[in-house]
């Protein structure tokens, strides 16, 4: 499966942006998605991660209540609604895709595929 991030952007601090992950070559249905970021000097983290059921969320604390993930199985995409964006949330954003995984994982050696990536920066 390839995955592509688009979305990325200059914002100023509580802004909105969202990003999308469009996949092809396979239905991610069966995928758990996930988010990840990684800043200039600073190892990549999780953001947020969806199942392939929609029905399970995971989010990290420093994102929780602002950032929503969301599917749309019809489209092949994955979103991240990220809402009053702040500066620390500069970075190159990544998507990814595991299959076969009982539960989220929010390591990132826990995923098969990845996008390139799209950045966000966020100006004060």
């Known amino acids: 499966v390839r995955l592509a991030e688009s979305g990325g952007g200059l914002v100023q601090a509580g802004d909105s942006l969202r990003l999308s992950c469009a996949a092809s070559g396979r239905t991610i249905n069966a995928y758990i998605m996930g988010w990840f970021r990684q800043a200039p000097g600073k190892e990549r983290e999780f953001v947020a991660a969806?199942?392939?059921?929609?029905?399970?969320?995971a989010y990290s604390d420093s994102v929780k209540g602002r950032f929503t993930i969301s599917r749309d199985g019809a489209k092949n995409t994955v979103y991240l609604q990220m809402s009053s964006l702040k500066p620390e949330d500069t970075a190159v954003y990544y998507c990814a895709a595991v299959e076969g995984k009982i539960y989220i994982s929010r390591r990132s050696d826990s995923y098969d595929y990845w996008g390139q990536g799209t950045q966000v920066t966020v100006s004060s």
């Open positions: 969806i199942r392939e059921n929609n029905a399970n969320t």
